[in-house]
Nanobody, 121 residues
């Protein structure tokens, strides 16, 4: 499974970034797709996911600021990140998970290579 990420970059506090992920060689119809992130010196954490039935998960720290969406026909998912904070600085990894399961490591089937998002103070 190949996941191709785009987006990321450098913004100031309060700014926005949009991440996109395209599944190059697999249908999304029955999979959950979303993002993890890993900040320097910290463990990788689940940020947000959206299931094939559009059930959405957000970690508490991004609720109200991040919005996830998916397009099964285009095999893409998008994470719109608004009102960004320095604590959001991390490498963001797109991932595909097992449908119907929690958005945690044991249920992740494939990873993207990651894209850097940096928020300056």
């Amino acid at each position: 499974v190949q996941l191709v990420e785009s987006g990321g970059g450098l913004v100031k506090t309060g700014g926005s970034l949009s991440l996109s992920c395209r599944a190059a060689d697999v249908t999304l119809d029955y999979n959950t797709i979303g993002w993890f992130r890993q900040a320097p010196g910290k463990e990788r954490e689940g940020v947000s996911s959206i299931s094939s039935t559009s059930d959405i998960y957000y970690t508490d720290s991004v609720k109200g600021r991040f919005t996830i969406s998916r397009d099964n026909n285009l095999r893409t998912a998008t994470l719109q990140m608004n009102n960004l904070k320095p604590d959001d600085t991390a490498v963001y990894y797109c991932a595909i998970g097992v449908g119907g399961e929690p958005w945690i490591y044991p249920y992740i089937r494939a990873w993207g290579r990651g894209t850097q998002g940096t928020v300056s103070a």
